[in-house]
């Protein structure tokens, strides 16, 4: 199954068919219940959690531009760097 593929199911603008969402689910190793949760992954379910996660995001990016890609890149750092400096205050 293709990255653009995942990517534009995920944008929702692509319809899956439950094939296709089941191969998914069989790839990411999750329940299928998961595929229907919609809230925020908790940090308490770990690594392999965080990982789908990241791949879901490759897969996001993946769709847009190099200049894109490049401002989302910035942002992050941008983030991170404001969240560890908060994290340094409370410390």
Do not use: C, H, Q, W
């Not at 392999?48 to 910035?74: M, N, W, Y």
């Amino acid at each position: 199954m293709a990255d653009t593929y995942l990517a534009g199911v995920e944008r929702g603008e692509r319809n899956i068919s439950l094939e296709s969402l089941e191969k998914i689910v069989k790839a990411l190793d999750a329940e299928p219940i998961d595929a229907f949760r919609f809230g925020e992954l908790e940090p308490s379910k770990g690594l392999k959690d965080k990982r789908d996660v990241i791949r879901l995001l490759a897969a996001f990016l993946e769709e847009r531009s190099l200049e894109e890609i490049e401002l989302i890149r910035k942002l992050a750092k941008d983030v991170m760097a404001t969240i560890d400096s908060e994290k340094r205050k409370k410390d």
